[in-house]
């Protein structure tokens, strides 16, 4: 299928036009480097000028060689480069959640920051991630623009612009650190709900895309568990078990009583759709469909 066969309109107003659900759709991340680019951002923040490129790519290969996920940061408004070039190591791990925050004097002394977490100062502040990745999303640009902007007026310490995060088509889209909790369409709402939700220990469901740490079956099943029965905190339905099943998934999750919670999952492919500004080939994208929840004794 051709760009011709499809009107070409922003991809955040076709996934909202065709009603493109936000169920499961988080990308994997355990752990994280953030390294903080007050500069503009190229395609690829690290690779692109810019950023050295050299250094870029080295800088990536190390992370993404320690099983973690590189995310450029910046202040919103801020273009011209601090005296000194903060960085974050995050742990979103369930249980082993954290931020470490530190800085170097130039970009080349990141390649000598351990990737353990065992330096840099311990920090017990949320991060609020907002995408405003212009070059390589436009919707990524004008709605996260709205979320950061709002975001930076509350919580302006907490509040950072941030490199590519997948689901352009899901714009505004946000992370909350240390957990690695994604919204999407936050620009439909009040952001600062999402971040006074956190606050509470709780996540806002309509704007939810799911949870770094946990494969997309389990944040599925997740979903379809608060939306039956309606308990909103972060740490609720906690994964036991998922296996696959015979169109879907089984997911075993941890109930608020004495019972597991046991959800059948249908796992289809949507109708195609361009998935990006940019795309120009329609593809296919996974979804979860509920067939089944009980309870397990």
Sequence with gaps: MTLAAEHWAPCSD?????????????????????????ASWG??????????????????RRIEGAGMRPLAIRRTGRRVAPASQRWAIVDSRPGRESVV????????????????????????RPVYCVCTHARHDQCC???????????????????????????????????VFPHGLYYGYADDDDPVRIADAFDAGR?????????????????????????????ERIE??????????????????????????VVEL???CSEPLLSTCAATRFVRVRQYALSSITMSG
């Design 14 to 38: 076709r996934a909202r036009e065709r009603g493109d659900p936000l169920v499961g759709t988080g990308s994997r991340g355990l752990r994280w480097f953030l390294i903080e680019v007050a």
């Design 43 to 60: 395609q690829n923040a690290l690779l692109d000028e810019p950023f050295d490129r050299a250094l870029g790519r080295a800088l990536v």
């Design 266 to 268: 249908g796992e289809t």
């Design 141 to 175: 640009a004008v709605r996260g623009r709205r979320v950061v902007t709002a975001l930076a007026e509350a919580r302006p310490d907490e509040t950072w612009e941030c490199s590519h995060l997948g689901g352009d088509r899901f714009a505004g889209t946000m992370v």
């Design 101 to 124: 925050w530190g800085e170097v004097t130039h970009a080349a002394a990141l390649l000598d920051v351990p990737l353990d977490g065992s330096t840099g100062i311990p920090s017990s």
């Design 236 to 261: 609720a339905y906690a994964p036991i078990a998922e296996e696959a099943a015979d169109v879907g998934w089984r997911v075993r999750l941890a109930g608020a009583g004495a019972g597991d919670i």
């Design 203 to 231: 996540i806002v469901p309509q704007r939810y895309r799911g949870r770094s740490s946990l494969t997309h079956p389990v944040q599925a099943a997740q979903h379809f568990a608060r939306e039956a029965f309606g308990d």
